[in-house]
């Protein structure tokens, strides 16, 4: 995976294990830079030497010929006059068309190719208001792709504005809402952007977020950035980064008085650990964490939605029958799943993936009239989440291919719904 700039801040670098910088941001494959080439036929000499390099050096970076330092890239961007992100995109129009399911309008306003508003910042008290509606869309709306798609792309926007109105400002007390409330949309982001599919753009807001969260101090968000990124790099099958984003998250609650936030964001850590040993096939060190570390501090608190995580016990119990799944204990997975009870959860998300594993384990079992129960269940709680899901596509191909014939038209019909034929 192509891994933007902006996953480099300070806490991501000191997660890096083995690799310097460079290394981390070009490991997979080799990257050119075509609006580099563009930029540069206009003000080849003067963009070198404004940036301290060499005309050829230049023209090997746009060629990929050689990895540039971060300090090299951030002063091409701020000297060609674009976002960091714009020099990491191949190219614009195949970066808007790359995947449907990101709204083209969210990611033009994500590259920063919009136009910027130059009137007077929204006032943070909207700021806030929208980023909370933002977040009530994602965490409850069954149509949340849709509707969070009308609203993000000025959100977005507008958030920017902000923090670029105050970045300098002499009032500390407002620039630190309004990084804190930027940090709170760029986690929305991050969701938003794994769910559709796109985890390089969540990989990116992901690091914004956590950059947010830094320059604001606040150290509850700063491990909920973590916990984000996490998530992302789990999607991206960087367990061990993941594992060790999570513990260095970990750490860092230790030394903050004992709140229900701290105990929560310290909770959800250790569940980012978890589903990393999981996804490592290391199924009893995953079981005695859940239940020696995220189980304790669940039922201390009990049920929550600190920084939109969902901790509490249920979500604990969620991630028992993730394992269980993960193993192939699909039995196991069942027992522990009859006994949950997700009605309550304020997010949708999480109880669209449980219902997801249920149908997963019927799936491993061959049992295909509870996988097609589950699978109509979960297009009436979220259908575009279903319509998105890779996992949830593959059951319904692979129960087209061995159904009997009393449940074929149904699920002929569940496909064509889904756009799979």
């Given at each position: ?403 009997r014939p009393t449940y074929r038209r149904q699920v002929d019909a569940l496909a064509e719904r889904l756009s799979l034929v």
């Amino acid at each position: 995976m192509d891994l933007p700039l902006r996953v480099l801040s300070r806490s991501t670098l000191n997660a890096s294990v083995g690799r310097g910088p460079d290394e981390r941001i070009f490991a997979s494959r080799r990257r050119t830079y075509p609006l580099l080439a563009e930029k540069r036929q206009r003000k080849q000499a003067a963009v070198a030497g404004l940036c301290g390099i060499t005309e050829e050096y230049l023209s090997q970076i746009e060629r990929g010929l050689k990895i540039p330092s971060l300090p090299v890239l951030q002063a091409l961007a701020t000297e060609l006059g674009v976002p960091i992100s714009a020099l990491l995109s191949e190219k614009r129009n195949e970066l808007l068309a790359e995947n449907a399911h990101v709204a083209d309008s969210v990611v033009t306003a994500l590259m920063g190719y919009g136009p910027r508003d130059t009137s007077q910042p929204v006032a943070l008290a909207e700021l806030r208001e929208r980023v909370e509606l933002a977040w009530r869309i994602w965490q409850t709306s069954p149509k949340r792709f849709t509707e969070a798609a009308s609203v993000l792309p000025a959100l977005i926007v507008d958030t920017e504005d902000a923090i670029r109105a105050h970045r300098l400002g002499s009032d500390s007390g407002t620039r630190r809402d309004v990084l804190r409330t930027a940090a709170d949309l760029y986690f929305m982001l991050r969701s938003y952007c794994r769910r559709a599919g796109r985890v390089d753009l969540s990989l990116m807001v992901a690091d914004r977020a956590l950059r947010a969260a830094e320059d604001a101090d606040d150290p509850i968000r700063l491990a909920a950035a973590q916990w984000n990124l996490g998530h992302v790099l789990l999607a991206d099958g960087e367990y061990e980064g993941a594992e060790q984003i999570a513990l260095r998250g970990i750490e860092g609650l230790r030394a903050l008085p004992e709140n229900a936030d701290v105990v929560a964001m310290a909770g959800e850590l250790e569940l980012v650990a978890v589903v990393a040993d999981a996804r490592r096939k290391q199924w009893w060190q995953a079981r005695e964490r859940l239940s020696d570390n995220a189980a304790p501090r669940a039922q201390r608190i009990g049920e929550g939605n600190t920084m939109w995580t969902v901790f509490g016990p249920t979500n604990v119990e969620l991630h028992a029958v993730s394992i269980e799944m993960e193993a192939g204990e699909a039995a196991e997975a069942l027992r522990v799943a009859d006994q949950i009870d997700t009605v309550h959860l304020p997010s949708m998300e999480r109880r669209f993936t449980f219902l997801l594993e249920v149908a997963r384990c019927y799936d491993l079992r061959r049992e295909d009239p509870a996988v097609l129960v589950h699978l109509l269940d979960l297009e009436q709680i979220a259908p575009e989440d279903l319509a998105r899901n890779p996992l949830a596509q593959d059951m319904v191909t692979r129960l087209r291919r061995r159904v009997r014939p009393t449940y074929r038209r149904q699920v002929d019909a569940l496909a064509e719904r889904l756009s799979l034929v």
